[in-house]
């Protein structure tokens, strides 16, 4: 049934792939309280995307202009280069899946799928054809005379998927898709969703505050804070590569330092918590002097019973704290200046020692300076 | 366990077994009630609809006497066959109906969208507003409905105003009519109706109107498919919380009435009063009663069906 999938609309048009949809210089008040702050963002065609951020940070007020469910107070919205900014939600080719699902309680999972198709006014025929070809893709085919509250969270999530795609929107925009799940089904479903989402081949924005359903599933994501977006890439360059302190912060858990080139000629930051100088592969823009902020990520971080060789990138440490991960051990060790560092290190790492790590053991670490990134701001 | 709650368990669990549990009391307790002050007040009225009229204190037969050490029970129908075939009744009945009917119907037409929209505003205007439709119940009903003489009546505030306004060259006839009962009617019963309807309302969901509009319903088409469908069961049983006691309604016919609708209860009250043919009275009682379980049972009915199909 998947080739009779609902298919995104092909439209010819002139603008170029990249900007499908652009959010130009969008601002959202509520009172006085700044929910979208001159926000601007181009997504692709067919790109899954995913709005990242705590709560709070002004994402699922992004969404909801987008789905013209609250009206920017200045900026653009442009869809496949129409401006949709002064449509009403109900003219949008938008459509969006709710946090909570929003199924309507007193209609069948059919009727449910059905609503968009029947205000559109398209004939009845049709309507029962591409509702029965959305149902199937979800696999909710044989649940189609069931109400809302006799499916599973899991099955009422994907009636609300085919309820939203049936429609064939531009734009899908998904809210917390995973939110209302139990944690043991979440991973799967982000992958069945995800797989989903690819066959039809539409564009999507999803927004979530959980880095790890981001990465999952998203082509490209933003981490946005408090009404900006701090930082645009693939998850692995956000991961990898984190420009800011915020992001690398909320994806994934570093160690943060602050470093002070020493001179201009070596790429090398002395840091007051550490003994030795920290070199850095790529030290961006700094100039000697400059106070900056680097990020090293806990799994990057070798350990040993062993000095390092090394005359750079080293610390000495007890190890005060430690939890067993399952594939890693994590480490809290504290350095001679107070500051604790966090050291995943990996099951076969650990197996590899002649003796495993225990509170006060004296340990060395040690990274290579392309693990040391330095953050913009 | 020490040995005196060894000792007092057993005790305990042996009283405990001829009484009823906490939780069966506490539901038990109005239905205990509605069974000793209602229905055992009306059984008596439906005793006297089976007897017979008689000039004397209490004015009806008995309807079981012992006679030479012989139980004689004489159930007289007589009186509901003359209730059925009497035209003032008949009509009184249907007067009843109709003035009920009109009655829940504009309270409806009132109550919805002020209920609607009272329900949409602002969380803390909202117990504000809903306070606004209660305040009438601080004072009492008869005051209340003496207080819209004075509004309605030839020199009354309305009929004043609308002259001093030249709107009218001649008062209107607010007081003692048809106008003047509905005024009444509606006035009065709007709260009933307001109050489950609100409820009702104010819980729904609202996500679910936004993902109405989010595929493609403009906000009357999701009124109409989201909305009215799910305030469904609140409009019924609102409607029947002003329905039923406004069919027996009596004081404000009464007050504000006048001759071109003689409800029910009037009647009734003529003939227990007036007439004194008790047993007349209580086989009227009997009809508007049975009359009234028809609407009820459907409700009933469509109750349960509503929770068969979920």
């Known amino acids: ?377 | 366990m020490s040995a005196a709650t060894a000792l007092r368990r057993p005790w305990r669990a042996r009283l405990s077994r001829w009484l009823p549990s906490g939780r069966t009391m506490v539901i038990a307790a109005p239905f205990v009630f509605l069974l000793v002050f209602f229905m055992v007040p009306f059984a008596a009225v439906l005793k006297i609809s089976f007897s017979d009229v008689k000039m004397a204190v209490p004015p009806y037969t008995a309807i079981a006497e012992l006679h030479d050490g012989v139980l004689r029970i004489v159930l007289n129908f007589e009186h509901y066959g003359d209730v059925l075939a009497n035209p003032l009744y008949i009509g009184a009945y249907l007067d009843s109906l109709k003035v009920a009917a009109l009655t829940t119907l504009l309270c409806l037409l009132i109550g919805y969208p002020a209920c609607y929209l009272i329900a949409r505003a602002d969380p803390r205007r909202r117990n504000l507003l809903m306070m606004a439709v209660m305040l009438p119940f601080w004072t009492s009903y008869l005051i209340r409905v003496y207080a819209w003489i004075g509004l309605l009546k030839n020199q009354g505030l309305i009929n004043s105003f609308l002259l001093w306004a030249h709107i009218i060259d001649e008062p209107l006839k607010l007081y003692h009519n048809y106008t003047g009962l509905m005024i009444g009617m509606v006035y009065n019963y709007l709260p009933y109706l307001m109050l489950p309807l609100y409820a009702q309302l104010v819980k729904m969901d609202l996500t679910l109107l936004e993902a109405a509009g989010n595929l493609g319903a403009r906000p009357w088409q999701a009124f109409v498919t989201i909305t009215l469908p799910l305030s469904r069961r609140a409009i019924i049983s609102s409607s029947l919380l002003v329905f039923i006691p406004a069919v027996g309604e009596y004081v404000i016919p009464e007050i504000l009435g006048g001759s071109d609708s003689v409800m029910v209860a009037r009647v009734m009250w003529d003939d227990f009063f007036n007439a004194g043919d008790w047993p007349a009275a209580s086989a009227a009682t009997g009809c508007m009663v049975l009359l009234l379980l028809l609407p009820m049972a459907w409700f009933q009915r469509l109750q349960r069906r509503e929770l068969e199909a979920r």
């Open chain 1, 1 to 377: 049934m998947t080739n009779e999938a609902p298919r995104l609309q092909k439209s010819p048009s002139a603008h170029t792939q990249a900007d499908f949809v652009q959010i130009i210089d969008v601002v959202k008040k509520f009172g006085d309280a700044m929910a979208v702050d001159h926000l601007n963002l181009s997504i692709r065609k067919n790109e899954f995307f995913a709005l990242l951020g705590s709560s709070g940070c002004g994402k699922s007020t992004l969404l909801r202009l987008m789905a013209g469910l609250e009206a920017p107070d200045s900026g653009r919205i442009l869809v496949d280069g129409q401006d949709i900014t002064a449509l009403p939600t109900y003219q949008r080719p938008v459509n969006m899946m709710f946090q909570s699902y929003a199924l309507f309680p007193h209609m069948s999972v059919e009727d449910n799928a059905a609503y968009g198709l029947r205000r559109e006014g398209v004939a009845k025929a049709e309507v029962r054809e591409r509702v029965a070809a959305a149902l199937d893709l979800v696999q909710m085919g044989r649940y189609a005379k069931r109400k809302p509250h006799q499916l599973s969270g899991g099955q009422q999530q994907r009636v609300a998927l085919a309820r939203s795609l049936v429609k064939r929107p531009k734009l899908l925009l998904l809210d917390e898709p995973m939110s209302a799940l139990d944690k043991k089904i979440r991973q799967q479903t982000q992958f069945e969703l995800g797989n989903i989402l690819y066959s039809v081949g539409v564009t999507c924005i999803m927004v979530t505050h959980d880095q790890e359903e981001a990465m999952t599933m998203a082509d490209r994501l933003a981490v946005m804070n408090e009404g900006r977006i701090l930082q645009v890439g693939t998850p692995d360059e956000v991961y990898e590569a984190p420009t800011c302190r915020f992001a690398a912060e909320f994806i994934g858990s570093t160690n943060l330092f602050e470093g002070v080139l020493a001179d201009d000629e070596s790429p090398l930051f002395d840091c007051k918590d550490l003994q030795a100088p920290l070199r850095v592969h790529n030290p961006m823009n700094a100039r000697r002097g400059h106070k900056v902020q680097l990020s090293l990520r806990p799994e990057r971080i070798a350990l040993a019973h062993a000095p390092a060789t090394q005359d750079c990138n080293w610390a000495v440490g007890t190890v005060e704290q430690y939890a067993y991960m399952g594939s890693y051990t994590l480490f809290y060790v504290r350095l001679p200046s107070g500051r604790l560092m966090e050291v995943d290190v990996s099951r076969t790492a650990v197996r590899a020692m002649e003796r495993a790590p225990d509170y006060g053991h004296t340990v060395y670490l040690s990274w290579g300076a392309d693990q040391l990134v330095v953050l913009e701001k």
